[in-house]
């Protein structure tokens, strides 16, 4: 009879003396396996050589160490590079690599689709499979050909990170914890549109930044925009963030993707200089990647500045973002619902 092998990374500290405990090994063993997963990054169970061959074969009888398997990887010609998964039940999820002078960023996906439904997102056209895993999540990071240079990770990927918190919050304290990857939480980014009890326990459980989806200032055009302000209103969200400190080390923002006219004009722009009144914060103006069938146009680069300057001038501090690996549809959504219509398709 075939044993189900269950995979070691994504495992938290706590979660392997448990495992070694009902292996009938010694304790210490959990922290030299957190070593080898998360400081050595090993592949394969044998290359855990201060375990004993017997210690060795029990955890690979019943766990395994497997990275995951890009189906395809396409390269841009800023150097940013989008990798596409194959997960063990056949899904496929998105990781980009961003290199950046100094920095190396990864953006992560944290579920197979979107409930989210967002106007402008091709991830949210997929629909919602299923949340992923903290392996699968972590795995995007060790799986990459580039996982050494890493210099921060971005949620921001396929998904809404704080729709699955548990999972996400789990790969947090493997990524931040002493016994794990050891970054620093500064290191690293969540995105949500306001997933309200997911951001609560976010925002007090974890210190990473935040990096709140608000896109437009007014509430009824973002419900056209983002469906999830039904559920989610931004001058609710923005309540909550008040009640925390954002004044140090800690990072708030905005992302305010600007749509050619939509949300481009200083009328929006001193809408948003109202709503976020009062809160230490940063506005990402983003510029927008044209998806299939959506009429959504990018705003041109002199209204960006001209928004920019006036958030500026009026004390919200605005950057726009670069924009990065255009030529291979960075964006997360693309590479993905092509390999699931390829699946139906021939399925028929």
Known sequence: MNIEKRPLIGLTLDELKSVVKELGMPS?????????LYEKRVTSIDQMTNLSLKHRELLAASFLVKPLEAIEVMRSVDGTVKYLFQLEDGAAVEAVYIPDNERATLCVSSQVGC????????????GFTRNLKAHEILLQILSIAETKSLTNIVFMGMGEPLDNVDEVMCSL??????????WSPKRITVSTIGAKKGLKRFLEESECHLAVSLHTPIPRQRRELMPAEHAYPIVEIIEELRSYD?????????????????????????????LLRGITCRVNLIRFHAIPNVALEGADAATMTAFRDYLTKHGI???????????IFAACGMLSTAEKENKQNNKK
Request: net charge positive; proline share 0%; aromatic share 16%.
């Open 173 to 182: 304290e493997i990524l931040t914890a002493s016994y794990g990857f050891a």
């Open 246 to 274: 954002f004044s140090k080390q800690r990072r708030l923002s905005f992302e305010y993707i600007v749509f050619k006219g939509v949300n481009d004009s200083l009328v929006y722009a001193k809408e948003l200089v109202k």
């Open 28 to 36: 210490f063993s959990a922290k030299q396996i957190a070593t080898w």
């Open 317 to 327: 501090f605005s950057t726009i973002r670069s924009s990065r690996g255009e030529d």
């Open 115 to 126: 409930k989210m439904n967002c106007s402008f997102c091709m991830t949210g056209k997929q």
